[in-house]
């Protein structure tokens, strides 16, 4: 589990978005035998015209989400089998999600996902929100065992929790 710590260090990352224009967006997605998952996007990578690269990636911990300012890492394949291969290759995201009109824009805000559970005192940084100058935002949450994307949509909600999109921890 995320400290809460850990997590306020994440959200500043991301937040070192702030009033950059955006460049692009990549994504790690994975591939079984060459076929892509579509629910597997993988690691994203926002990229700023001014060299400034952040990278959201899940936490281990399966709850979390991690943001470093570093660029996208493409995992090297490998044989599981004699007929079976895992791969990941970079894909350019603003593409997949038709959203090529987003480049260029001012990030306006960034915001955390913090997910509290009425049973537990932990809190989990879960997602991140990315808002440009036009009102478009792209929302990037943990879902169990795979991180999901969405532009302008709201992750669904998670039932016995306390959910706020937040600024600072």
Known sequence: MQTTEQARANLETARALLGR??????????LFNGTPNAEAVGEI??????????????????????????????????????????????????????????????VVEVEGLQVTYSNQDALFLAGFRVTLEEGDYLVFFNCGDEEAVCLNQLPPPLSGVDERWIKEI
Not at 22 to 30: D, F, T
Not at 47 to 75: M, N, Q
Not at 85 to 98: G, H, K, Y
């Open 21 to 30: 224009s955006l460049a692009g967006v990549r994504n790690a997605r994975y």
């Open 45 to 106: 990578e926002f990229a700023c015209e001014d060299g400034v690269r952040v990278t959201f990636s899940l936490a281990s911990d399966g709850e979390s989400v991690l943001a470093t300012a570093r660029a996208l890492k493409v995992i090297e394949g490998f044989e599981i089998s004699d007929n079976d291969r895992c791969d990941w290759r970079a894909e350019d995201l603003l593409v997949t999600l038709d959203a090529g009109h987003l480049v260029g824009l001012k």
